[in-house]
């Protein structure tokens, strides 16, 4: 008899022991880009993304996220990969919507500014699932990137966005420093339905104008979250800026582009009157901005082939057809990568 308990005590001790170990592989403790200790699982099937970081960790696994972050047109479907929203649910973040879907680990994305550490760690909280933030400044790209591959075992996915960022982003970054002042163009973000919207220096939503070594000339209260400071025809007018870019909500339209290229008070603007004002590509997310993402990547070269062509010499075409097989997973032909960098309004 007691041979029999003593044999059974041994099987759940190992039985135990086994479990334990098993457990102690099926998790990990992570460091996320806001520094909290996040466990996580060992191997990661299913992912959630918010906006900001859709195309980042999208760039990496397609494959693995369970949500749309974007209610995208058919258009811009069309140029994504299928991985990323084919049979995945367009969601707004609310924790019911999260649940549903029942992923092993939620992103969360911010500049990492005051109080969003304490938000994490109440979705966290709320969620029971970890929460791992993510840093979407564009100086965390690389980082963040390299973080995306180690968690998901993407490494050598990642270091090839690395490579990207590093092939162009790093070197405008440096050349864009040694850009005498006296050449640095005088930039205004044309946004809203009349162009008296802008996001000024300092603001995550400008940030490419500031990175290409061009300056903001708008002068004017950063407005968090969104941002777009409403700002008057008179002040711009005192701006004068050289060059405008324009983005709208209603881009396919071209709505911002017209009404600068078209309003009495706009043709006094030095940008207008010298044909300098250019409606940033859109397709299948915003170049410039909103979402403030790796989509921004490309818009930065784009703006600084635009603005410095003689210092940046890139073919934006071939520019282009990599970016979109890097980063979204798809083969763009010349002709419609031609197309998406020369916007035209919808007939």
């Given at each position: 008899?007691k ?13 135990m ?10 998790t ?6 806001g520094?909290?200790k ?17 195309m980042m ?9 369970v949500?749309?972050a ?6 811009a479907?069309?140029l994504?990969s ?9 969601t707004?973040?609310s ?10 680990i ?12 304490d ?10 699932l ?7 400044n564009?100086e ?5 990137l ?9 490494q ?10 590093k092939?162009?982003l790093?070197?405008i970054e440096k050349?864009?420093k040694?850009i005498?002042?006296?050449?640095r163009?005088q ?11 802008t996001?000024?220096?300092g603001?995550?939503?400008?940030q ?8 903001n000339?708008?002068r ?8 777009m400071?409403v700002?008057?025809?008179?002040q711009?007018?005192v701006w ?13 339209n071209?709505?911002?582009?017209k ?11 030095r ?10 590509p859109?397709?299948?997310y ?15 070269i784009?703006?600084a ?6 210092i940046f010499?890139?073919?934006m075409?071939?520019?282009t ?6 980063f979204?997973?798809?083969n763009l ?12 309004p919808?007939?």
């Open positions: 008899m041979n029999k308990q003593l044999k059974s005590f041994y099987t759940l001790l190992l039985l022991l086994c479990c334990s170990f098993a457990g102690g592989q099926q990990r403790v992570i460091t996320d880009m520094g909290r996040v466990t996580v699982p060992k191997i990661i099937k299913r992912v959630y993304i918010d906006k900001h970081c859709a960790v999208n760039a990496i696994a397609p494959e693995l996220t949500n749309v974007f209610n995208s047109p058919n258009e479907k069309q994504l299928p991985a990323i929203w084919k049979g995945k649910p367009y707004q973040g924790a019911e919507e999260i649940l549903k879907l029942h992923p092993d939620v992103f969360m994305s911010d500049e990492l500014s005051p109080g969003v550490v938000k994490a760690n109440k979705m966290q909280a709320q969620l029971k970890p929460v791992v933030l993510l840093e979407m564009m965390g790209y690389k980082p963040n390299a973080f995306l591959g180690n968690l998901f075992g993407k050598q996915k990642a270091a090839e966005l690395i490579g990207f960022i092939t162009y790093d070197v050349r864009a040694q005498p002042p006296k050449a163009r930039v205004y973000y044309a946004e809203g339905p009349n162009g008296l919207s996001d000024p220096s603001s995550k939503h400008s490419i104008i500031d990175f290409v070594g061009a300056t000339i708008a004017a209260e950063i407005i968090p979250g969104k941002g400071s700002v008057s025809m008179e711009v007018m004068n800026p050289e060059v405008i870019l324009v983005w709208t909500g209603s881009a396919e071209l709505v911002t582009y009404y600068v290229n078209s309003d009495p008070l706009w043709a006094n603007i940008a207008v009157k010298n044909k300098l004002v250019y409606q940033i859109w397709l299948p915003g170049w410039f901005d909103r979402p403030p993402g790796t989509n921004r990547i490309l818009g930065t784009w703006t082939n635009l603005l410095y062509p003689a010499k890139y073919d075409v071939k520019v057809q990599e970016y979109f097989r890097k979204y997973h798809v032909s010349a002709a419609k990568a031609k197309e998406l960098i020369n916007p035209k919808k007939q």
